[in-house]
C-alpha cells in the first residue's frame, strides 16, 4: 500500500511526522502574533518549581507544572509543549520512567526533555540519555546559565518545527498539485461550485462537454453554465433540477439527457456536496454516455447476428442431415448404373448419368462443408496433430486440381525447397485448405493464368502461399471475404462456404489464414502454421 502524500520522499521518523501535525493544530487554534514557547515543568517540590518558574519567566514563555506522571502525559498531550524540565525524584514513578512514557507517544517523541536535579552523578546523566533526554542540569544551577541553556533548546526545537512545517506545506501542496492534474485529466467532466454557487474549479473535459472557455466558465453560477447544455425535449428529472437550482446535502446519482449542437446524449450526473456554510463545496461529475451507448448497441448488433448466423446453420445443418440419405441412394444407385455390365446405358445416357453423379457429388460435397461449419460453430470439431510434410501435401493437393487447371488452361507451379518442412497437424484438413485455395485460384483466375504455390519457413512457423494471377479483389470484397455464404457477387459454382470453412481449419490447426490482393494484379493466400520442430 502507497505512503500517504504527507509521507512521500520524506527519511523523518513517524513522531516527527505525528508531531508535525499536532503542531500545525495547535499554531491554528492560536491567534496570530499570539505564538509563545510553552514549557512544561515536572517537579513535585514546590519550592523547586517556584526556583524554575523564577529563574524562566522573563524568557516570555507559556509555563505550565505537573506533580505527578499522570499529569505531565495528560499535560504534554494537551499542550504539546516544547520543552520539558524532569525532576529524577517524583511521588509516584521516578523522572526516568516518565522520560519512557513521554517517548512512546508519537506526537511527543520528539519534544525535548531537560533533567532539572539534585541527584546529580555520572551514571544517573548517562541513564537519562539513553532514555532520550536532550540535556542534563545538575542543582544548584545558575538562574542564568538554566535560561541560556533552555532557550538554546527552545531555539533548536523551533528550528526542527520551522522545517517540519515546511516539508509538511511542501507534501500538502505536491498533493493538491497532484489531485489538481488528476482532475484536469479526468476523462470525466468535473465541475465545483461554491456556496453561492458560483463556479471555482471546471476541467478540460467539462470545457469540452459544455463548448465553453474555462476561464469563462470560473465565477459564472453553476445554473448557468448547465443552461449551455440543457435536456433534451421531455420531462425534467426532479432531481437534476433540485441540484441545479437548490444545490443538494447528500451525494446521489442520475441519468440525464442533454443536448450539444441540438443533439440530445446521455449524460451520468454524480452530485456531492462538503462542508457547511460558506465553505460548502458542490462537486458534479458528469459522464457522457454516447460512447457506452454505443457499445451496448454494437454489442447488441453483434450477437443479433450471431443468433441469425447460428439459426442459419442450424437449419442448413438439419437439411444436409434430412437430404443425405437420399443423396446417398442417388449416389449409389448411380454407380450401379455406371458399373452394370449386363444392362450397359446408351453412350447418351452415359453422359447425362455422369451429369447426374457431378451434380450430386458436388452437393455431397456442399453438405459436408455444411455440417464441419455447423460443427465448428457448436464446439464440436477437433483436428488430430500428426507430424505432417508440408511439401507432400502441397504435392498432394495439385494433384487433386491438375484436371480443374488443364480444363480452365491455368498453369500450376510449385518449385518446393531445399530440406524439409514440417508441421503438426490433419492430414485430411490441411488437403481440404490447399484444395479450396487452389479451386478458387484455378476458378477465378485468367485464361492462361498461372497459379504459383510456394512453401517457406519463417522462424517457428512454416507458410505456405497460394498466388494467382486474377483480377484481385476490392478492399471491400476483402472485408467480408471469409463471410459464409458470401460469393462476393463473383459468377462461377460455388457455395460460398470454402473460404470461411478454410478458415476455421487453420485455426484449429494453430494456424491462421491472410491475404492480400489488388485490383489487376492477382490475390496472394497464406497459411501460416505451426513448425514441428525435430
Not at 524554575?52 to 498531550?77: K, M, N, P, V, W
Not at 508519537?106 to 533526554?133: C, K, M, N, W, Y
Amino acid at each position: 500500500m502507497g505512503k500517504p502524500l504527507g509521507e512521500i520522499g520524506s527519511a523523518r521518523p513517524a513522531g516527527n511526522l505525528a508531531r508535525a501535525s499536532a503542531v500545525a493544530k495547535r499554531d491554528a487554534a492560536e491567534s496570530a502574533g499570539g505564538k509563545r514557547a510553552r514549557i512544561l515543568i515536572v517537579d513535585d517540590d514546590a519550592t523547586a518549581v517556584h526556583a524554575l518558574h523564577h529563574a524562566l519567566a522573563s524568557t516570555g514563555a507559556q509555563i505550565a507544572f505537573a506533580a505527578d506522571a499522570e499529569q505531565a502525559l495528560r499535560l504534554a498531550r494537551e499542550l504539546l509543549p516544547d520543552v520539558v524540565l524532569l525532576d529524577i525524584q517524583m511521588p509516584d514513578v521516578d523522572g526516568f520512567e516518565v522520560c519512557a512514557r513521554l517517548r512512546l507517544v508519537p506526537e511527543l517523541t520528539q519534544i525535548p526533555i531537560v533533567f532539572v536535579t539534585r541527584h546529580s552523578d555520572v551514571a544517573l546523566e548517562a541513564r537519562a540519555l539513553e532514555l532520550g533526554a536532550t540535556d542534563f542540569i545538575a542543582k544548584p544551577y545558575s538562574p542564568a546559565v538554566l535560561r541560556a541553556r533552555v532557550g538554546n533548546v527552545l531555539r533548536l526545537q523551533a528550528q526542527a518545527d520551522a522545517a517540519l512545517r515546511a516539508e509538511r506545506e511542501h507534501w500538502q501542496q505536491v498533493g493538491h498539485d497532484r489531485v489538481a492534474d488528476i482532475v484536469s485529466s479526468a476523462s470525466d467532466a468535473i465541475v465545483s461550485a461554491d456556496a453561492h454557487g458560483n463556479v471555482v474549479l471546471i476541467n478540460e473535459a467539462a470545457c469540452q462537454m459544455f463548448m465553453v472557455d474555462a476561464r469563462a466558465a470560473i465565477g459564472q453560477p453553476l445554473a448557468q453554465l448547465l443552461d449551455t447544455a440543457p435536456q433534451a425535449a421531455g420531462p425534467r428529472d426532479p432531481a437534476f433540477e433540485t441540484f441545479r437550482w437548490n444545490g443538494v446535502r447528500a451525494a446521489h446519482r442520475m441519468v440525464v439527457r442533454l443536448s450539444q449542437n441540438g443533439e440530445p446524449f446521455p449524460v451520468e450526473v454524480s452530485v456531492s456536496s462538503l462542508g457547511e456554510g460558506d465553505e460548502r463545496l458542490t462537486t458534479v461529475i458528469l459522464r457522457d454516455l454516447r460512447e457506452r451507448e454505443r457499445a451496448e448497441a454494437a454489442e447488441r448488433d453483434r450477437l443479433a447476428a450471431e443468433a441469425v448466423s447460428q439459426a442459419k446453420t442450424l437449419m442448413l445443418s438439419y437439411m444436409a442431415h434430412e437430404i443425405g440419405n437420399p443423396l446417398n441412394a442417388i449416389v449409389g444407385f448411380g454407380q450401379l448404373m455406371e458399373d452394370d455390365l449386363e444392362a450397359v446405358l446408351p453412350a447418351e445416357q452415359r453422359m447425362r448419368l455422369s451429369y447426374v453423379m457431378n451434380a450430386s457429388r458436388h452437393l455431397q460435397n456442399l453438405m459436408s462443408d455444411v455440417l464441419d461449419l455447423h460443427g465448428f460453430e457448436a464446439g464440436r470439431f477437433a483436428c488430430s496433430t500428426d507430424a505432417l510434410d508440408v511439401i507432400n501435401s502441397v504435392r498432394d493437393a495439385l494433384q487433386a486440381v491438375s484436371a480443374s487447371a488443364a480444363l480452365a488452361l491455368v498453369t500450376l507451379c510449385f518449385e518446393p525447397p531445399a530440406g524439409r518442412l514440417t508441421i503438426a497437424g490433419d492430414a485430411t484438413r490441411l488437403r481440404q485448405c490447399l484444395v479450396n485455395l487452389l479451386g478458387n485460384a484455378i476458378k477465378y483466375n485468367v485464361r492462361n493464368g498461372r497459379v504459383v504455390v510456394t512453401t517457406r519457413s519463417s522462424g517457428e512457423r512454416v507458410l505456405i502461399d497460394v498466388r494467382d494471377s486474377g483480377p484481385g479483389m476490392t478492399s471491400e470484397q476483402l472485408t467480408h471475404l471469409f463471410e459464409p455464404f458470401n460469393r462476393l457477387g463473383r459468377a462461377g459454382e460455388g457455395s460460398g462456404l470454402g473460404l470461411a470453412l478454410t478458415r476455421q481449419l487453420v485455426v484449429s490447426m494453430g494456424g491462421q489464414i491472410t491475404v492480400s490482393s489488388e485490383i489487376g494484379q492477382g490475390s496472394c493466400f497464406t497459411l501460416d502454421l505451426p513448425a514441428l520442430r525435430d
